[in-house]
C-alpha cells in the first residue's frame, strides 16, 4: 500500500506518522498523481500545532505542495489527463493533503509546470510565488524604481517575493536576523540586505532609497519588528503582515501611517486563490516568468520519506537555509 504522512496530534511534527493507506479512486473534479516530489512549508508547523488560519480534522494528511505525474481523473475532470505532469497549489487542505507517494486534488487547485523545471522545483512554485504576485503586481501594482522591504527575505517566501520585485524592476531590501545568512542573500540577488541584529532597518532603508523610502514592506514576522521598521515606509506604503512569525502581540505605527497615507493588512494568498479569474492569472503570470527562465525555484536539499523528521528539523532552524525543502518520496 502507498505511505503518506499524516498528523494524528496538534503536537508539531512529533504528531506526523507514515502510514499506509489504499489508493482511492477520484471522484467528480478530483485528479490523482503519482508523487516524484513535495515540499514544506513553515505554515506547515503552524497548522500542525493548530494555530494555523485553517483548523483539519485528525488524523488528516499534511501539505500543499507536491508535484508528480496524474494517473486517474475523476468523471467531471476537464483540463488533466492521464501521464500530465503537474503540481499542487496552496488551499486550505478540506481533507486533501499532497505529503506522500500520491495525492488526490481537486482540479481547481493543480496546474501544469513548465517542462524546463525538476519535479523538486516543480512543488516549490505556487506557495511563495502566488503569495507575492498578488501583493506586488495585482494590489500594490509595484513599479520600476520602487523599493521592496522583504522581512525575513531567506526565507521561500521572500526568496520568491525578491524574483517578483525583479520582473516589476523594483530594489529588493532584505532582511535577516543575524549575519550568517547575509552572503546567501547577497549571492541569492538581495540587491541589499539588512542584519537586524546589527543595523537599523529604518535609517538603512531611507539610506538605501536616498530618502524615498519602501513603497511595499512585505513582513511574515510581524510583533514588535514593525515599529522597527516604521521609519523605512515610503509614500502610500503597503504593509503586508502575511506570517506572523513572531508570536508576540503587532503593534501598528499609527501616527507614522497616517504621515505616510500607509496601509497596513493583514494578508494571505488563500483570499485570492479561491477566485478563478485571480487564479488564472496568478498562475499564467507566474508560469511565463518560470518558463522564459527569469525566475526559478531554489531548493536547499532533497530527503527521503523516511527522513521527514529531518526534513522538517532543518526546515525549523532555518539558519544557513538557501531555499525549500523538499522530500522525494
Ligand atoms: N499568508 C500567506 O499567504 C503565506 C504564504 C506563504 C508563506 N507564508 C508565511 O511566511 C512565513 C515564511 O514561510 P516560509 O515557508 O517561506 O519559511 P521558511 O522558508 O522556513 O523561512 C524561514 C526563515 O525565516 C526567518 N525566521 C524564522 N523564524 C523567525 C522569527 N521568529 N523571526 C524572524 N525571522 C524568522 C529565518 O531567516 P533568518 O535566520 O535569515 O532571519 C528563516 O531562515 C511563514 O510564517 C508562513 O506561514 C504566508
Redesign the pocket.
Known amino acids: 500500500m502507498p505511505k503518506v504522512l499524516r498528523l494524528h496530534e496538534f503536537t508539531g511534527p512529533d504528531g506526523l506518522r507514515i502510514d499506509d493507506i489504499t489508493k482511492p479512486d477520484p471522484k467528480g473534479n478530483e485528479v490523482r498523481f503519482n508523487v516524484e516530489a513535495f515540499a514544506?512549508?513553515?505554515?506547515d508547523f503552524?497548522l500542525m500545532e493548530n494555530g494555523?488560519?485553517f483548523s483539519i480534522d485528525l488524523p488528516s494528511r499534511m501539505g500543499d505542495e507536491a508535484s508528480g505525474i496524474v494517473d486517474a481523473i475523476g468523471p467531471e475532470v476537464t483540463q488533466f489527463k492521464i501521464g500530465d505532469r503537474v503540481s499542487s497549489m496552496?488551499w486550505m487542505n478540506e481533507g486533501y493533503g499532497v505529503n506522500g507517494e500520491f495525492a488526490i486534488v481537486p482540479e481547481t487547485f493543480l496546474a501544469k509546470y513548465p517542462e524546463n523545471l525538476t519535479a523538486a522545483e516543480g512543488c516549490s512554485i505556487w506557495?511563495?510565488y502566488l503569495?507575492a504576485y498578488y501583493a506586488l503586481v495585482e494590489i500594490s501594482k509595484i513599479k520600476k524604481d520602487d523599493f521592496i522591504l522583504i522581512?525575513?527575505?531567506?526565507?521561500?517566501?521572500?526568496l520568491a517575493a525578491m524574483d517578483v520585485a525583479h520582473l516589476l524592476g523594483a530594489t529588493a531590501i532584505g532582511?535577516?536576523?543575524?549575519s550568517?545568512?547575509k552572503q546567501f542573500?547577497i549571492d541569492a540577488g538581495v540587491d541589499h540586505v539588512i542584519v537586524?541584529s546589527k543595523e537599523d532597518i529604518s535609517e538603512r532603508v531611507q539610506d538605501i532609497s536616498k530618502g524615498k523610502g519602501a513603497r511595499v514592506i512585505y513582513d511574515?514576522?510581524g510583533?514588535p519588528?514593525v515599529m522597527k521598521y516604521a521609519g523605512a515606509m515610503g509614500q502610500n506604503c503597503d504593509i503586508y503582515l502575511?506570517?506572523?512569525?513572531?508570536p508576540r502581540p503587532t503593534v501598528i505605527p499609527e501616527m507614522e501611517m497616517i504621515r505616510k497615507a500607509a496601509v497596513a493588512r493583514p494578508?494571505?494568498?488563500?483570499n485570492h486563490i479561491y477566485d478563478k479569474e485571480q487564479r488564472e492569472r496568478g498562475v499564467k503570470y507566474i508560469y511565463e516568468a518560470l518558463e522564459s527562465g527569469k525566475i526559478k525555484p531554489r531548493v536547499d536539499r532533497t530527503y527521503p520519506l523516511e527522513d521527514f523528521r529531518k526534513a522538517f528539523d532543518y526546515?525549523?532552524k532555518?539558519?544557513g537555509?538557501k531555499g525549500?525543502?523538499i522530500i522525494l518520496p
Open positions: 514544506l512549508n513553515y505554515g503552524e494555523y488560519v496552496p506557495v511563495t503569495t522581512t525575513a527575505a531567506s526565507s521561500s517566501a521572500g532582511t535577516t536576523r543575524t550568517e545568512n542573500l537586524t511574515p514576522i510583533g519588528l502575511y506570517g506572523g512569525m513572531d494578508y494571505s494568498v488563500y526546515q525549523l532555518g539558519k537555509r525549500k525543502i
